[in-house]
Every structure is written in C-alpha cells, then in structure tokens.
C-alpha cells in the first residue's frame, strides 16, 4: 500500500507536512538549529538507526530544507546544513517548543528560549507583521486565497464562522486573565 501524499493538495499546511510532518524529520531540524551538521552527530544526539537517518536527511535535502555539502575528500564526508528554506522554519520549531513546555512539561522545563543580551525567558507570540498586533482566534481567520477553488472557499468560510464560535467561548476566560 502507497502512502497517501500531500503534495498536490490546496493546503498550505498539508504541503507542508508532506516536507516536514514525520516526526524523525522534524528532529533532524531541531539538532540542525542547535548546530549538528554531520550524520555521526545526528546519528549519536537523536539514537537513530543509520537507515532511517539516511532516508530522511536525503528527504530533507530533496525538499530544499537541508543543503548536503562535501567536506572532507579522503574518505568522502559530507555535513548537512540548514538552507534558507529550512531555516524559514524556525518559528514553527520555536512555536512547538513554547506548546510543549506550557502543555507536556510536567517535570518542568528542560529547554526554554532567552534573549541572548539579557538571558531573560522569552515566550514566542505570533505577531501580524504588518501591524505588529498578536494574531488572536476570532479577530484573523483563515480566508481563501487568489489561487483557491470553491471548494477551498466553502470550507474556509465554515472554518471562520467556527473561529468565531471559538473566540467567543473563549472571552470570559481571557477577561477573567487580564
């Protein structure tokens, strides 16, 4: 049986994990984030099996998240480094990292984000870059695209009236916290 693929698909976030969304994937960008470059690295800080490993760096180099290059002639050795592509990834890293120390952390944070100049914790937010304001449920809402067809458009406009059911179920909890 051939696994289904999200290649083709409308969705942004499916097209996505088609690159991204097999859990050994999103780990090998994670040690490349903290620097690991060379297979023997990724290999030792992540205890995979040298196959898996080398399906999914080529997986990762395939879909332009990594960049495979030469460093060393006899023998041929080669480090895998992040490419702007992969490393336009960064937020949706730092974004898991802030969801799984506020929800699967009940011993505590092991790794937190600080601010390198003052070695404060700092927690990310998602911001809209144009008017720097937070994005919150109900005020931004997922909207068709130019490209979308109507399908895309009908399911989109159901998913915003759901926002908007959400947010304002959500109100009395965010009153009740400012």
């Keep these: 049986m051939q696994r289904k693929t999200f290649r083709d ?12 969304g097999e859990w050994w994937s999103i780990l090998i960008l ?12 990724f290999q030792k800080n992540l205890a995979i099996a040298p196959n898996m490993l080398t399906r999914r760096l080529a997986g990762l180099v395939e879909e332009g998240l990594l960049e495979r290059r030469q460093y060393s002639e006899r023998p041929p050795r080669y480090e895998y ?3 702007d592509i992969g490393r336009d990834f960064r937020p949706v890293m730092l ?20 601010d390198k100049e003052t070695g ?3 927690q990310p937010l998602l911001v809209d870059a144009e008017s720097g304001e937070p994005l919150r449920i109900g005020r931004h809402v ?17 998913a915003a009236e759901h926002a908007a059911h959400v947010a304002a179920a959500a109100q009395p909890a965010e009153a009740g916290a400012a």
């Design 95 to 114: 974004a898991l990292l802030a969801w799984g120390n506020k929800h699967f952390a009940p011993e505590g944070v092991s790794v937190q984000l600080v």
């Design 81 to 83: 480094v992040l490419t």
């Design 30 to 41: 994670r040690e490349a984030f903290y620097g690991t470059t060379r297979f023997d690295e």
């Design 120 to 122: 404060k914790t700092v």
């Design 142 to 158: 997922v909207a068709p695209g130019p490209a979308a067809g109507e399908s895309l458009r009908k399911r989109l406009a159901v």
């Design 9 to 20: 698909m409308p969705c942004p976030i499916a097209r996505s994990l088609e690159r991204v």
